[in-house]
C-alpha cells in the first residue's frame, strides 16, 4: 500500500499524521521520538499527564513497550467494538507516553488503513484523536484536513471504521472499564 509507505516514510524521519482509526481520525507520531511526542502534544494542547494510546498491527509489536508475559495476553481486535488495554509498561517506557499512571494504554486496530501504517512502519504508532484538547474529534475528512492540514506532515487518506466513536478502554488484568464506549466527544 503505497500511502502506508508514504506514512512510514514521514513517521520515520520524525513527522506527524492524521489518520483514521476505528472510530474516529488520530493524529500520530512514532512512540520513540520523544520530540515528535512533544510536538504532537504541544500541538494538540494535551496535558503530558494524560498519557497517551498506543496502536499496533499485531501484538509482537509491542515488544519492547509492554511487559512481555503481557503481550501474549492482549485479545485480537474486534472489529466491530474496539478495546484499548492498559497493561504494564516495560521498564524503558517514557513518561511522555505513559503520562502520570502506572499502565500503558495499548491496542491492536482494527482499521485497515492504521493497520497498513503500522506494519509499514514495523513499529506502533501513537494514536490520540484529532482534536484539540477540549473540543469536538475530527469523524470527518473535512474536519481533519480543515483544523489539521497545516499542523501535521501527512493526512493519511482513508476513512473510519468498522466502529464508531472513541474506543472502550479496559484494564487487562481485571477487565475494569475504565472508559465505556461512546463516553463523549471530547477527549
Known amino acids: 500500500m503505497m500511502i502506508a ?12 499524521i ?10 500520530g507520531c512514532l512512540p520513540d521520538d520523544l520530540t ?4 504532537l502534544l504541544r500541538l494538540k494542547q494535551r496535558d503530558p499527564a494524560k498519557g497517551l494510546i ?7 509489536q509491542f515488544g519492547g513497550w509492554i511487559d512481555t508475559a503481557r503481550s501474549n495476553l492482549l485479545p485480537a481486535a474486534e472489529p466491530d467494538q474496539p478495546i484499548t488495554w492498559i497493561v504494564p509498561p516495560a521498564d524503558s517506557v517514557a513518561p511522555l507516553i505513559r503520562g ?20 509499514a512502519v514495523r513499529s ?14 475530527a469523524r470527518n475528512q473535512f ?27 479496559r484494564i487487562l488484568e481485571t477487565g475494569q472499564v475504565l472508559r465505556p464506549r461512546h463516553p463523549r466527544e471530547r477527549l
Do not use: W
Open 5 to 16: 509507505r508514504k506514512a512510514a516514510m514521514i513517521l520515520r524521519s520524525g513527522g506527524i
Open 18 to 27: 492524521g489518520y483514521p482509526t476505528e472510530g474516529v481520525y488520530g493524529l
Open 36 to 39: 515528535a511526542v512533544r510536538r
Open 54 to 60: 498506543l496502536i499496533a498491527a499485531n501484538s509482537s
Open 100 to 119: 502520570e499512571h502506572s499502565g500503558i494504554a495499548v491496542r491492536i486496530t482494527s482499521n485497515p488503513v492504521a493497520r497498513a501504517v503500522c506494519e
Open 124 to 137: 506502533p504508532v501513537v494514536s490520540t484523536s484529532a482534536n484539540f484538547s477540549g473540543r469536538p474529534v
Open 143 to 169: 474536519v481533519l484536513r480543515r483544523q489539521f492540514h497545516s499542523l501535521v506532515d501527512y493526512l493519511v487518506p482513508g476513512d473510519c471504521g468498522p466502529s464508531s466513536g472513541p474506543s472502550e478502554i
